[in-house]
């Protein structure tokens, strides 16, 4: 997968956000991460994905400042891969794309897993849309409209 991290071919930010990140190993491998998955063989040890795929999507992801490199914690030779800011933005996607999964791609009698919170050991309220006086917005609440850079 071979990304310019600077592409404008889309004003989309959609399009963008899936030609940065969007295909299967790269999500995996951010959804792993926020499991605190940090080294290269850790990472291919829990997807099961070649090494030179799981390398192309690291490279890439570091590039798109979804993570960055850093000397290992425990002071060894090895190097993590930590999530940036950035990187840690796209928690509530993830958190999203397994709601979406758990209701609509399982069974109730599937062995499956789930992301309860760490206080309470509960599952997450499902993630909402919003506007900004917090009325539950769906797509016929919405519009597009085509922001030009630089003009008000």
């Known amino acids: 997968m071979v990304v310019d991290p ?10 963008r956000t899936l030609e940065a ?18 080294r290269f063989s850790e990472f291919q040890k829990s997807l099961g994905v ?4 799981l390398a192309s999507r690291l490279k890439t992801l570091v590039e798109v ?11 060894s030779a090895y190097n993590e891969y930590v999530l940036t800011e950035k990187g840690r933005e796209f928690f509530p996607v993830v958190v999203s794309m397994r709601q979406w999964g758990e209701r609509f791609l399982f069974t109730g009698d599937e062995t499956r ?16 849309v919003r506007s ?3 009325q539950k917005l769906g ?10 850079a630089g003009k008000s």
């Open 50 to 53: 070649a090494r030179n795929i």
């Open 6 to 15: 600077l592409s404008q071919s889309s004003e989309c930010p959609v399009a």
């Open 65 to 75: 400042g979804v993570f960055e490199v850093q000397p290992a914690s425990d002071g």
């Open 21 to 38: 990140i969007g295909d299967r190993w790269s999500l995996m491998i951010i959804r792993d991460a926020f499991d605190d998955i940090r």
């Open 139 to 148: 797509p016929s609440d919405c519009h597009r409209v085509r922001v030009v």
């Open 113 to 128: 897993s789930v992301l309860l919170d760490n206080e309470y050991g509960q599952s997450l309220m499902p993630i909402e």
């Open 132 to 134: 900004s006086s917090g």
